[in-house]
């Protein structure tokens, strides 16, 4: 069981960078893999990345790919999205959320998620 709280998102210019963050709280961090999701209003909740419990495979999707890095601090207990080129396609309300199985296997459902953090990408 973990409870996941995420922050950092806001309202930025195309071109820009944020950098969102998830910190857990509950069971030992290290045992979760961890992913990042997304959904635009209107639109189906959708994959944007994932993240190993030891931080050394990670998965992107195709919009993600170049543009944004997914990282964790298993001693702070935190999962991190550096988001960089943002462009407006990319607005949408930011979830994190933790699976005890394989990151590779995130189609699979993920177990826990957080209530989401927004973001804004203006033109």
């Known amino acids: 069981q973990v409870q996941l709280a995420e922050s950092g998102g806001g309202l930025v210019q195309a071109g820009g960078s944020l950098r969102l963050s998830c910190a857990s709280s509950g069971r030992t961090f290290s045992i979760y893999a961890m992913g990042w999701f997304r959904q635009a209003p209107g639109k189906e909740r959708e994959f944007v990345s994932a993240?190993?419990?030891?931080?050394?495979?990670?998965y992107y999707s195709d919009s993600a790919k170049g543009r944004f890095t997914i990282s964790r601090d298993n001693v702070q207990a935190t999962v991190y999205l550096q988001m960089n080129n943002l462009k407006p396609e990319d607005t949408a309300d930011y979830y994190c959320a933790a699976r005890v199985g394989s990151a590779a296997n995130w189609k699979a459902g993920m177990d826990y998620w957080g209530k989401g953090t927004m973001v804004t990408v203006s033109s």
């Open positions: 993240i190993s419990q030891n931080g050394v495979s990670t």
